[in-house]
């Protein structure tokens, strides 16, 4: 569990905050809070949720479950792809 978080930290902590280089000072912190509490928290809880739900009423295995994952995952690698472009973008305007 240690090792789990400290590297979910080391790797999803420094990419998000890529991403508020290009916001001002008012957004950032708004925006932070929020993806903090609402989306990382509450994602967790969800997954968690579906995932108990899924596997207890409906007996679906993990295995199944994983091979269900492989879209949602390649439109969050698609989503982090895309904000990177619009963040490199921004950076870009930015410069003098």
Do not use: H
């Not at 925006?31 to 949720?49: E, H, L």
Request: hydrophobic letters at 45%; one cysteine or more; glycine letters at 8%.
């Amino acid at each position: 569990m240690i090792v789990c978080r400290g590297v979910a930290y080391g790797i999803i902590v420094p990419a998000r905050e890529v991403l508020f280089t290009v916001v001002d000072r008012e957004d950032k912190y708004k925006s932070k809070s929020f993806i903090d509490t609402v989306v990382m928290r509450g994602g967790d809880a969800a997954s968690g949720q579906m995932i108990g739900a899924l596997r207890n009423d409906y007996s679906i295995s993990m295995a199944v479950l994983n091979l269900c994952a492989i879209p949602l995952v390649a439109f969050w690698g698609w989503s982090a792809y895309r904000l990177g472009q619009r963040q490199r973008q921004k950076a870009a305007a930015l410069k003098p």
